[in-house]
C-alpha cells in the first residue's frame, strides 16, 4: 500500500521529467519599431517529439512584456502553457578577456588589501601590550638608570608604531579606492556585456504518434527602443521641385543587438487594447497662437506670434534634442556608456502609419541613434518669401506643399540643403489644419531688406492732458535676383488694452491691418534687379500723467564687471 501511494505521488513528476526539453537561442528576426517601444519576432524550424515539449526561449531581452506573449507553431501542435522569468548569470559562463584582467586585478588588490590590514592590526596590537606592560621593576622597584632606559624605549617604540600605522592607513585606503574603482569598472563591464536575460518557456503538445517538423514563431513587445523622425530638405532654386529625404533615428536599448534584422516602423501603439474602439465628441476651437521663440546664449526669448493666414505654424520652432547626437552615424565606442533618452509630445494621425524598410540594418543595444533610410518624395511646390524685417533684417524662402497630409509625415526637425549649401535645420509641423504645408528653406541673401525710422516723422505732442507719439517707418525690400520675387512682408502696430490709451494709423502703404492682433502684411511682387518700399506710421496718445511703455524690447545676456 506505501509504494502504491509513493506511485502516485511521483507519478506527476514523473511526467514532467518525460517532456521533451529543447533549449533555444535564436537572433531576432524582425523588429516593429514604434516610436517607444517595439515588437520583436524570432522564427525557428524545430523537431518535435511525440508529446509535450518543453520549448525554453533563452538570451531574450529582459525589457519585454510579459502579457504581449505571442506564440504559433505549424502542424497539429497545441499551446499548453507560457511563462517567463528573468535569468540574472545568462552568459556569465563566456569568457571575457577584459574582465577577466580586471577580476584578477581586483584578486590581487584584496590579497594586498588583507595584508595591510594585517600590518595595520600587528602594530596596534603591539600598542596595547606596551600600553598594558608599563610597570618596571616588579615589587622592589626599579633605578632611575631603569625608569629611563625604560622610558626612551618606550617612547621610541611608540612613535615607531605610530608612524607605521599612519603610513599603512595611507596605503590601506589608496588600496581601497583602486579596489572600489575595479569594483565598479567590472559591475560596469558585466551589466554591459552580462546583463540579465528573460527567458520564455512554451510548453505545447504534439498530437501526432510520430515526430513532427514545425515552424515556429514568437512575438513579444519590449520597452527600451524606438525611433524619431529625420528629414533632409533639397532645392536647387527657386521654382524646381524639392526632394524630401524621410529618414529616421532608431535606437536601440533592449540588450539585444539586431544584426541584419528585417525593420518596420510604425505611428502605431504597441500595447494598444484588443477592445473595440468607441467615438469621443470631436470639437473645433480656434488654435492659441504660437510663440516665435529664439535662443540666446540658453536663454529663451518671447515674442508675437507671426500669422501667415495659411499655417499655425511658428516660424521658427525649437525642438528637444531625443538623443545625444555624437554617434548618429554609428560610429561609437562599445565602452561608452548609454546616453540618457529623453523624449517629447508629438501629435499624430489617428490613423497609424507605416514603414517597411527595404534594407537590413544592425543595430547595436547601445542606446544610440542610427541613422535609417525609410523613403523619399519629389514634391512640387510654390515658393515665397516671408520676412518680418522688425525682427530679422533677412528674408526667409518658404516654400508650400499642398497634398501633404499622403505623405504619412510625422512631425520632426529637418535639415535644409538649397543650392546644394547647407542653411540650417527647420521643422516640419504637421498640426495645421490646412492642406498647405509651408516649410522653411532658410535665410535668402539675394534679398536686400532695410528697416529705417524716418526721424522727421517722430515727434511728442504734449498738450494739457495728453500726449501723443508718432512713429514712422519706412521698409525697402531690394530684389538682386535674375527673377521676380513674392514676398509676404510682415510689421506691426501696438493694441491697446485701455481705454484712454488711442492709437492710431495714418500710414500703412496699401498694407492690411488685422485689428485683432495689430499684424500688417504686405503681398509684394519685386521684378528682378528692382525695389519695393512701404510705409509704416502710427501715433500713441495716452494720458500725460500715466506712463505707456511705448517701444517693444527683448532680452539678451550680456557679460557683468
Not at 512584456?65 to 497539429?76: L, N
Not at 511563462?83 to 552568459?91: H, K
Not at 498530437?207 to 520597452?223: G, H, P
Request: charged share 25%; proline share 4%.
Amino acid at each position: 500500500m506505501k509504494n502504491l501511494l509513493l506511485f502516485f505521488l511521483l507519478l506527476p513528476f514523473t511526467g514532467i521529467a518525460q517532456d521533451h526539453q529543447q533549449k533555444i537561442e535564436t537572433p531576432v528576426s524582425s523588429v516593429i519599431v514604434y516610436l517607444t517601444g517595439g515588437e520583436f519576432m524570432h522564427r525557428k524550424q524545430v523537431t518535435l517529439s511525440p508529446g509535450r515539449n518543453e520549448l525554453v526561449f533563452v538570451g531574450l531581452s529582459a525589457h519585454l512584456i510579459a502579457k504581449s506573449i505571442q506564440f504559433t507553431a505549424t502542424g497539429d501542435v497545441a499551446v499548453l502553457a507560457i511563462s517567463n522569468r528573468v535569468d540574472y548569470l545568462f552568459g556569465q559562463k563566456k569568457s571575457d578577456e577584459k574582465m577577466k584582467t580586471v577580476l584578477d586585478s581586483m584578486i590581487l588588490m584584496e590579497d594586498a588589501l588583507a595584508i595591510t590590514r594585517g600590518n595595520i592590526d600587528a602594530y596596534t596590537r603591539e600598542k596595547s601590550m606596551l600600553e598594558q606592560n608599563q610597570q618596571v621593576g616588579g615589587d622592589k622597584g626599579a633605578t632611575a638608570a631603569e625608569l629611563k632606559a625604560s622610558a626612551d624605549f618606550y617612547v621610541q617604540r611608540l612613535m615607531e608604531i605610530n608612524t607605521e600605522i599612519v603610513k599603512l592607513n595611507r596605503k590601506q585606503k589608496n588600496q581601497q579606492d583602486i579596489y572600489n574603482r575595479l569594483n565598479q569598472q567590472y559591475y560596469s563591464m558585466n551589466r554591459r556585456e552580462h546583463p540579465p536575460m528573460a527567458e520564455i518557456t512554451v510548453l505545447v503538445n504534439n498530437n501526432s504518434s510520430a515526430k513532427l517538423i514545425s515552424d515556429i514563431e514568437l512575438r513579444y513587445v519590449v520597452s527600451d527602443c524606438g525611433w524619431a523622425p529625420a528629414y533632409d530638405l533639397i532645392a536647387e532654386d527657386v521654382g524646381k521641385p524639392i526632394d524630401l529625404k524621410y529618414r529616421a533615428k532608431v535606437f536601440n536599448s533592449t540588450d539585444v543587438d539586431w544584426n541584419g534584422v528585417k525593420m518596420k516602423l510604425s505611428t502605431a501603439d504597441p500595447m494598444a487594447s484588443a477592445t473595440a474602439p468607441q467615438l469621443e465628441k470631436w470639437t473645433l476651437n480656434f488654435d492659441q497662437p504660437q510663440n516665435y521663440k529664439q535662443q540666446n546664449y540658453q536663454q529663451q526669448q518671447t515674442y508675437g506670434y507671426i500669422n501667415n493666414n495659411n499655417s499655425n505654424a511658428p516660424a521658427t520652432l525649437q525642438s528637444q534634442n531625443v538623443w545625444n547626437e555624437s554617434a548618429a552615424k554609428g560610429n561609437v565606442d562599445s565602452e561608452e556608456e548609454r546616453p540618457n533618452v529623453q523624449y517629447e509630445q508629438i501629435q499624430v494621425s489617428e490613423l497609424a502609419a507605416e514603414f517597411d524598410i527595404k534594407q537590413t540594418y544592425d543595430i547595436p543595444a547601445n542606446g544610440q541613434p542610427y541613422i535609417v533610410d525609410v523613403t523619399s518624395y519629389t514634391l512640387n511646390a510654390s515658393y515665397r518669401y516671408s520676412c518680418i524685417p522688425k525682427m530679422e533684417r533677412e528674408a526667409f524662402l518658404m516654400a508650400r506643399i499642398t497634398g501633404w497630409e499622403d505623405l504619412d509625415l510625422v512631425e520632426g526637425p529637418a535639415n535644409v540643403y538649397f543650392g546644394g549649401t547647407y542653411v540650417g535645420q527647420s521643422y516640419i509641423y504637421t498640426r495645421s489644419v490646412n492642406d498647405t504645408l509651408d516649410l522653411s528653406l532658410g535665410r535668402d541673401k539675394k534679398l536686400v531688406v532695410t528697416r529705417t525710422k524716418l526721424k522727421e516723422f517722430n515727434q511728442e505732442k504734449p498738450s494739457s492732458s495728453t500726449k501723443k507719439e508718432t512713429y514712422s517707418y519706412e521698409i525697402v525690400v531690394k530684389n538682386t535676383r535674375k527673377t521676380a520675387v513674392e514676398v509676404e512682408l510682415m510689421d506691426q502696430i501696438p493694441v491697446s488694452q485701455d481705454a484712454e490709451i488711442i492709437v492710431e494709423t495714418q500710414e500703412l502703404s496699401k498694407g492690411v491691418l488685422d485689428p485683432a492682433t495689430g499684424f500688417v502684411t504686405w503681398n509684394l511682387n519685386i521684378p528682378p534687379g528692382e525695389s519695393a518700399r512701404v510705409v509704416l506710421t502710427y501715433s500713441i496718445k495716452y494720458p500725460k500723467n500715466k506712463q505707456v511703455n511705448t517701444r517693444k524690447y527683448k532680452y539678451k545676456t550680456r557679460a557683468r564687471f
